[in-house]
């Protein structure tokens, strides 16, 4: 079969193991760690999660070596996800001229008293 | 006349009768395995597309449930996942390398990472019940917080179940294989399903590898 | 029967393998079979019986509509009505009709290949089709469901009735779809005939090809989708319910994400059969292929981005509005490349009227129709006045009906002598043809006068001024049904006569149409070796088969 399936050894696969296990306690000892906001934060934790990913797609799953049309059904399901992603988010982040406050129009309708009334205004974009 | 004329003539006893040769059975297989794999990311992913809208409105819900998950288990299950993903690549090397008692040692050990993982889940599932953490309208934690919090578990039990089921089934898979290579049926001839159960199973090691930063480290 | 002549060398494969496919093994033997071409004729059977289900509904909500007020059925009924008209359509027919039936039978033939990829991944798939058409009718006795097929929150998180198990079941078919999405990418890339580059195959199989991709890749979001509107109805998680903070319209845009798509899951193999009846039925080589090849994998691709033209009126903001009005006139190029095509291979060829063709010229007309007003449609300003509209209904009709359904009618008879062995009457095929022409035309057309005046969709009264243009519509639906009629009757009585097709009734070039009608259970005694384009009809023709004469 094909001899690029097991051409990277086991030395390989124990260097990746190492990676992996030592990005884990980057990415939770950077968690204890206050980046100045939240989404940094989450941008961090998410980059190292793309790196560990990327590590075992390319050596655990042999998509190095592999056959390039399987890299290609991979990439492209992660592409059609980000297309997923991204077009709910334009509309949430931009309905507040509909909407404002957009999701959290509960929270105007159940204090009506406590809500500002001045940035309600459809002047507001 | 083609000297491929099919029906007879299979080179070994693995090949179905519609391929020409070994090798493109092989190929077609890991194609089909793959374009699986991608149904299984979107699918993950309308999960994570949720969760990620919602946590853009909520943030200090998904902080405040964030708090009631512990960091350490969800460090140690990490390990035992990326392990399991370890000694699962090393079985396929070894079944493609007619290492017939290597393999049944790398598999019997992903199912103990595997096992682990579970006891683990168990452990955090049962102390959360017990706190009155259930997902939506069962959520009847006293110690307050934002009402979010209910949609966070929503998402959590959905996200950690789903992947648990598929840690289950991936166990099941890999307990037939261990049986399988005790028998000697898998050589460097012939070591598809390993093969093809090892992408399976790392990719529900992908799946985790992000679950556990979002789930437990947002903060 | 079969008029291809055994070579000697078969005589070694026994004799199992010169028998055709219907006659090989007992009727029982038929539930477990792998045979791509038995899997392709039982999913026929299953969804022509599911399409006799959904057009009562039809004729029933129809007759509701005859006269304003009640006229046969209670406001109730009339919701679970339409609900099952549409669920089972969409769902259980136009889904899985094109590609399930004709492709699983022609595609692996189409290729030269004896089987798809995955053999025993179809028969699963058969019988999770299967599991999921019994858990839906399990769901519509025990009470029926009231939301529509698109089940909308919060309506569908709130109202009773087993909405669970409907969705359940559109799940499970979610799966069926999935893995035969699966199967037809790998049987493409990987079991194609020695000498069959990609610009050779023939274009049926780059259509399925493209919907394949769709299959696997938006599918899998509906499963999600229906596991959490279940998840809501279990558990009030929130996720979609504005009380607890959610958003419905995140709903929608879970659901349009795959049923967007979808719907090109349901015409690209429409438009797949058409770019084939064509060139055959003109006897000339196809105007364009590369281009209508690439269209398919464009009109793929583009599905995913244009989903919020569903939703202009939805709460949705309006830069997004904007954004998808502005994609869905991109799906507009494509589309019209493949129409354009289509004209100008008709153009100076030998044009055989028979029903394939006949249905196929349909297909031109009604695609046309369907194709412009959805641009009407897709331009937001236009789509406020006209949303939920009998004018959408006019226009998907026009689409799924109009296009894929009449397609399918002409893959059935193009495929019939193949598939069966045995011609059909032309004589009543070309009767039928014309009522189905007329009904479909009365029945839709005046929808779109009743849609532009207001005439809300889904509604169970409606003002006495629209009266005559529904009266209209109902008898045109009789008329359609007339035409469904005659043409079970001759097809029946075609399987009663003894095999009478010769191997190549249409003068084609694939490779399907090279081996016998019915095809030996292998499909081919030896593997073709391609010596020839799919449409080369400007060169004398070449078999790629051994042994091979009309």
Redesign the interface.
Known sequence: MSEHAHSSGARVYVLTLVALLILTGITVGASYINFGSASANIIIAIVIATVKVSLVALFFMHLRHDNPLNAIIFISSLIFLGIFLAFPLIDIQSRDKIIPNGLRVREQVAAPKQAAPAPAAPAHH | MSSESYGHAAEHAFRQHHFVNSEQQFDTSKLGMWLFLATEILMFGGLFVGFGLMQANYPEAWVAGHHHLDRIMGSINTVFLLCSSFTMVMAVHASSTNQKSKTVLNLLATLAFAGGFMVIKYFEYSHKFHEGILPGRYFSYAGGGPPEQAMFFGFYFAMTGIHGVHVLIGMILIAWLTIRAQRGEFSSAYYTPVDLIGLYWHLVDLIWIYLFPLLYLVS | MADIVA?P?SQ??GDH?DVDYLNDGSLLSWLTTVDHKKLGVMYLWSILFMFFLGGVFALLVRLELMNPGQTIMTAEQYNKAFTLHGAIMVFLVIIPSIPAALGNFALPLMLG???????R?NLLSFWIYVTGAIIATVAMVTGGVDTGWTFYTPYSTTTDGPVALMTFAAFVLGFSS?LT???F??TV???RA?GMGWFKMPLFVWGIYATAIIQ??????L???L??LI??RL?????FD??????P??FQ??FW?YSHPAVYIMILPGMAIISEVIPTMSQKVFFGYKATAFSSVAIAIVS??V??HHMFTS??????GA??SFLTFLVGIPSAIKVFNWITTMYKGSISLAAPMLYALMFLILFGIGGLTGIFLGTMSVDIHLHDTYFVVAHFHYVMMGSTLIAFLAGLHFWWPKMFGRMYNERAAQIAAFFVFIGFNATFLPQFLLGSRGMPRRYYDYLPEFTPLHQVSTVGSWLLGLGFVIMAGYLFASLRKKMDAPSNPWHARTLDWQTSSPPIT?NFH??P?LKQGPYDYFKPFEPSV?GYHE
């Open positions: 070579t060398k070694s494969h393998y290949a004896k089987d798809v990829a995955f053999p991944l999935i999405g699966v199967n990418v790998a890339h990987k079991l020695p696997v890749l938006a599918t899998p979001v499963a999600i989708t596991l959490l998840f809501e558990f009030g998680v929130g996720v504005p009380k607890l903070g959610g958003d319209v995140l845009h879970f994400f995913f981005v989903w919020g709460g949705q903001s309006q830069l997004a954004i998808f292998h030896e593997i070796v051994e």
